[in-house]
T-cell receptor
């Protein structure tokens, strides 16, 4: 595709349920990032994948959050036992490589936990 | 202290004026600095990046970096209503690609 795509665009779930958010990076981009943005706030780094290296998970807020990237392309962010404070827009970005390359953002998934 | 700090605004300037957006960061070892623009309800898009002390110009935009003062700014000349958006300052730590964002400054350009 021409850009980073994410699905679903919106997700409403009940507290305690698990959710999966998907990201398709730009073809050929080896680096993939997940951020989240709460209302009126800047972006909070969650996790970073670069090629076959071990991911940088330093931004994951709790062990309820996990992510994987299969085949060096598509990534899934999973949130288990969702809480109301997890409500936010989850943004995925990709870049040609790790380091100081421009990160291109997807449209985001708006997660609402009731 | 937040790692990257910006005034949340809103910053209001008249059309045609210079808008000045400021950002400070706490990690003296930071190497790369980015300005992203985010329209309401949209995703961030890169405006400029800067690595070296001094000024970097691109059209109506100028990024300024002062590593000694741990300060980075974005100037927008001849501001247009279409520049109205939230501007996010981001700092890359340790050249690993991980960006730390400020909370953003909302800019409003009045016709």
């Amino acid at each position: 595709g021409a850009g980073v795509s994410q699905s679903p665009s919106n997700k409403v779930t009940e507290k305690g349920k698990d959710v999966e958010l998907r990201c398709d990076p730009i073809s050929g981009h080896t680096a993939l990032y997940w951020y989240r943005q709460s209302l009126g706030q800047g972006l909070e780094f969650l996790i970073y994948f670069q090629g076959n290296s071990a991911p940088d998970k330093s931004g994951l807020p709790s062990d309820r959050f996990s992510a994987e990237r299969t085949g060096g392309s598509v990534s899934t962010l999973t949130i288990q036992r969702t809480q109301q404070e997890d409500s936010a827009v989850y943004l995925c970005a990709s870049s040609l490589a790790g380091g100081s390359y421009e990160q291109f953002f997807g449209p985001g998934t708006r997660l609402t936990v009731l | 202290q937040k790692e990257v700090e910006q005034n949340s605004g809103p910053l209001s300037v008249p059309e045609g004026a210079i808008a000045s957006l400021n950002c400070t960061y706490s990690d003296r070892g930071s190497q790369s600095f980015f300005w992203y623009r985010q329209y309401s309800g949209k995703s961030p898009e890169l405006i400029m990046f800067i690595y070296s002390n001094g000024d970097k110009e691109d059209g109506r935009f100028t990024a300024q970096l002062n590593k000694a003062s741990q300060y980075v700014s974005l100037l927008i000349r001849d501001s247009q209503p279409s520049d109205s958006a939230t501007y996010l300052c981001a700092v890359e730590k340790n050249q690993g690609g991980k960006l730390i964002f400020g909370q953003g400054t909302e800019l409003s350009v009045k016709p």
